[in-house]
């Protein structure tokens, strides 16, 4: 219990510095010479506090009444690669959603089929690293779902989520779970905010819900998945472009 007290407390100080700071975006915080140092120092924390809490543990869901007026969108807000841009002047009936990598039945899912299987809809908290927190209402399939269906082989080990919107340096955002977080009953693959269609600067048309965690491992513009046995040859190696900036990988709350 004191380990995860500990946890918190660094999370709570973390979001209160960055809020005070009032930086502009993720971007911005990772210009700074100490963000990465201050996140990346509770990298061993982070894994033991994981461990020590509950994988069936539940993030906290809220009522309608509870909803922001707005939701703040985070990171990027409209991707311009030619093939999103296509996607998105056809209203999305184009999309399809790929996983592949290390699973038995690799697939491709369009929308449609997407929104048959069984869903979920929870009203959670997104907490941002800049230290702002916003609530809505969630709609999509559980990431669970998709992987049975895909049916990850033995030697798979994490889920590595590729999108569709590219960074000031030209590489593609991507970010990752561990089975633990991929299976949980809480993360689930959004295509509606608020009982409406998501919104483009939200993510549209799918991204990544995964509420006991901070906002940018919340994958937005989600072109493919995969599962893999490590990151070593991924990018920078490390889980995903912030872990590649040095953030922390586990960034539970």
């Given at each position: 219990m004191k380990l995860i007290n500990r946890r918190r407390r660094f999370l709570r100080d973390a979001l209160a510095l960055t809020g005070a700071v009032a930086l502009g975006g993720c971007d911005k915080l990772s210009e700074t010479d100490w963000a990465p140092k201050v996140l990346g120092s509770a990298t061993a924390l982070s894994h033991a506090a994981q461990g020590a809490l509950s994988r069936n543990a539940m993030a906290r869901e809220y009522t309608e009444a509870d909803i922001s007026p707005e939701?703040?969108?985070?990171?990027?807000?409209?991707?311009?690669?030619?093939?999103?841009?296509?996607?998105?002047?056809?209203?999305?009936?184009?999309?399809?959603?790929?996983?592949?990598?290390?699973?038995?039945?690799?697939?491709?899912?369009?929308?449609?089929?997407?929104?048959?299987?069984?869903?979920?809809?929870?009203?959670?908290?997104?907490?941002?690293?800049?230290?702002?927190?916003?609530?809505?209402?969630?709609?999509?399939?559980?990431?669970?779902?998709?992987?049975h269906m895909a049916q990850p082989t033995a030697a798979a080990r994490y889920v590595v989520f590729r999108c569709y919107?590219?960074?000031?340096?030209?590489?593609?955002?991507?970010?990752?779970?561990?089975?633990?977080?991929?299976?949980?009953?809480?993360?689930?693959?959004?295509?509606?905010?608020?009982?409406?269609?998501?919104?483009?600067?939200?993510?549209?048309?799918?991204?990544?819900r995964v509420p006991r965690q901070l906002g940018y491992k919340m994958a937005k513009y989600l072109r493919r998945i995969d599962l893999v046995a490590s990151f070593k040859d991924i990018e920078g190696g490390a889980g995903g472009y912030w872990e590649d900036q040095g953030y922390q990988w586990y960034a539970g709350i």
């Open positions: 939701f703040r969108p985070n990171g990027s807000t409209d991707p311009q690669s030619a093939a999103y841009r296509a996607l998105a002047a056809n209203g999305f009936r184009g999309y399809r959603l790929a996983i592949g990598g290390l699973v038995a039945h690799p697939m491709s899912l369009s929308l449609d089929e997407l929104r048959a299987l069984p869903n979920r809809t929870q009203i959670t908290r997104h907490d941002c690293v800049e230290g702002w927190s916003v609530i809505g209402k969630w709609t999509g399939v559980q990431l669970s779902h998709v992987l919107d590219a960074m000031d340096d030209g590489s593609e955002y991507y970010e990752s779970l561990g089975f633990d977080d991929a299976y949980h009953p809480q993360t689930i693959l959004a295509w509606a905010l608020n009982g409406k269609t998501l919104p483009i600067p939200n993510g549209a048309p799918l991204r990544l």
